[in-house]
């Protein structure tokens, strides 16, 4: 993931239902960045932050594979 790209969410009938409507209607999704911390025992934990429907949202690698990046022709077009 690179930031400042544009990604859009898939497969949210996949997500948990507590969260799949906010992820079906947020619209495009802005990639920030890494958010990396360490705990008091020394991990590392690094998550991943994006701005989507107006918000700032931090997420897991797990959720990674929803996003899609969106292709410059894609948003020439339109789509």
Not at 5 to 14: F, G, K, S
Not at 27 to 37: H, K, M, Q
Not at 48 to 67: H, I, W
Request: proline share 4%; net charge neutral.
């Amino acid at each position: 993931m690179k930031v400042g790209e544009l990604y859009e969410v898939r497969h949210t009938w996949l997500l948990p239902h507590s969260t799949s409507d906010f992820w079906s209607s947020c619209g495009p999704v802005l990639y920030v960045g890494e958010d990396v911390f360490v705990n008091q025992d020394g991990k590392k934990i690094v998550n991943y932050v994006v701005l989507a429907g107006g918000e700032r949202r931090t997420l897991d690698q797990s959720f990674l594979k929803f996003l899609e990046p969106i292709s410059c022709s894609n948003r020439k077009a339109g789509v």
